[in-house]
């Protein structure tokens, strides 16, 4: 598995697998109106521009994943804390994939910087489960849950917020 910077040429692939769960489940508050290829090449390359990690993983030159920061809130008071995205192609979870993405990410979050970092988890108890344990093995603490916040697929859903600090104390 090769873990290497996300380029504008993975962005139809990201697309993709960002809009399988936009469409089929309620990990994600898109539903129908999820980002363009055309609008990830413009995010990827926004994001690379203001220093936050874009990452894929790919398996035989083809993207199977990615993780990115992006910021949090948008505040400039937040500029030392950022929110993380992972998603991987349905057919590549439960392999470790997604670990070796969040593990190199937060490398690269403490190399630009960052000193905070947010996931934001729906409906962790279901459909959410895989993401609650990723975060959680990696070092986030469960900070918060917003209750009843999403409603998508017939389900209204909470939002849990974990943290992961880089500190050097923690
Ligand atoms: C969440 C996701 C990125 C995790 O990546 P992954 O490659 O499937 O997970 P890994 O195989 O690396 O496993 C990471 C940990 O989660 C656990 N895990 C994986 N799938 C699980 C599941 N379905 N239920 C419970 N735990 C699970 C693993 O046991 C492992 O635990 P450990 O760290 O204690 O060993 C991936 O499953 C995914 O893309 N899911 C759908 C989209 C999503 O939820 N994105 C996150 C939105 S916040």
């Given at each position: 598995m090769d873990i290497r910077p996300a380029h504008v040429r993975d962005a139809a692939r990201i697309e993709s697998i960002y809009r399988h769960y936009a469409l089929?489940?309620?990990?994600?508050?898109d539903v129908d109106d999820s980002p363009t290829a055309r609008e990830w090449e413009l995010r990827l390359e926004q994001l690379a521009a203001s220093g936050y990690p874009t990452l894929v993983a790919a398996a035989d030159r083809d993207v199977v994943g990615y993780a990115l920061l992006m910021p949090w809130l948008a505040k400039p008071a937040f500029a030392h804390t950022a929110e993380n995205s992972i998603y991987l192609d349905p057919n590549a979870v439960g392999a470790g994939i997604g670990r070796q993405l969040l593990d190199r990410l937060l490398d690269d979050a403490r190399a630009c910087g960052i000193r905070e970092v947010i996931a934001l988890v729906a409906d962790g108890e279901h459909e959410g489960r895989a993401s609650r344990a990723l975060h959680l093995g990696a070092?986030?603490?469960?900070?918060g849950r917003l209750q009843r916040v999403g409603s998508k697929r017939g389900r209204i859903t909470d939002v849990e917020l974990l943290q992961r600090s880089l500190q050097p104390s923690d």
């Amino acid at each position: 598995m090769d873990i290497r910077p996300a380029h504008v040429r993975d962005a139809a692939r990201i697309e993709s697998i960002y809009r399988h769960y936009a469409l089929h489940s309620v990990l994600t508050a898109d539903v129908d109106d999820s980002p363009t290829a055309r609008e990830w090449e413009l995010r990827l390359e926004q994001l690379a521009a203001s220093g936050y990690p874009t990452l894929v993983a790919a398996a035989d030159r083809d993207v199977v994943g990615y993780a990115l920061l992006m910021p949090w809130l948008a505040k400039p008071a937040f500029a030392h804390t950022a929110e993380n995205s992972i998603y991987l192609d349905p057919n590549a979870v439960g392999a470790g994939i997604g670990r070796q993405l969040l593990d190199r990410l937060l490398d690269d979050a403490r190399a630009c910087g960052i000193r905070e970092v947010i996931a934001l988890v729906a409906d962790g108890e279901h459909e959410g489960r895989a993401s609650r344990a990723l975060h959680l093995g990696a070092g986030y603490r469960h900070v918060g849950r917003l209750q009843r916040v999403g409603s998508k697929r017939g389900r209204i859903t909470d939002v849990e917020l974990l943290q992961r600090s880089l500190q050097p104390s923690d």
